[in-house]
Nanobody, 121 residues
Framework: QVQLVASGGGLVQPGGPLRLSCRAS????????MGWYRQPPGKERELVAT???????NYVDSVKGRFTISRDNAKNTVYLQMNSLKPEDTAVYYC???????????????WGKGTLVTVSS
């Protein structure tokens, strides 16, 4: 019914930028919150940033001032601009969205499959 496809991951040198995108498609009536999580190698998945439908944002302390989350509601897409990347930012990044479909009465959380970001020289 709803698919989230993330893109933009890859290998980047320390200090460099990278921009992730995640587009939701399918039987979408509306989208509430959207967000990015990440899972470093051998560690638990952790929250990176979230954004509400009105544009309010929240970040984990370790990325504040370096990462920016944004969204394009017309395209059902959420972005994560990552600057000043550090080796410890290496992880698989997952996007999510709280979506209400045309046949649902409430919102459900959907996840993308993840995109790998490797920060290394």
């Amino acid at each position: 019914q709803v698919q989230l496809v993330a893109s933009g991951g890859g290998l980047v040198q320390p200090g460099g930028p990278l921009r992730l995108s995640c587009r939701a498609s399918g039987s979408i009536f509306s989208i509430n919150g959207m967000g990015w999580y990440r899972q470093p190698p051998g560690k638990e998945r952790e929250l990176v940033a979230t954004i509400t439908s009105s544009g309010s944002t929240n970040y984990v302390d370790s990325v504040k001032g370096r990462f920016t989350i944004s969204r394009d509601n017309a395209k059902n897409t959420v972005y994560l601009q990552m600057n000043s990347l550090k080796p410890e930012d290496t992880a698989v990044y997952y996007c999510n969205a709280d979506v209400r479909t045309f046949i649902a009465l409430s919102y459900s959380r959907y996840w993308g499959k993840g995109t790998l970001v490797t920060v290394s020289s």
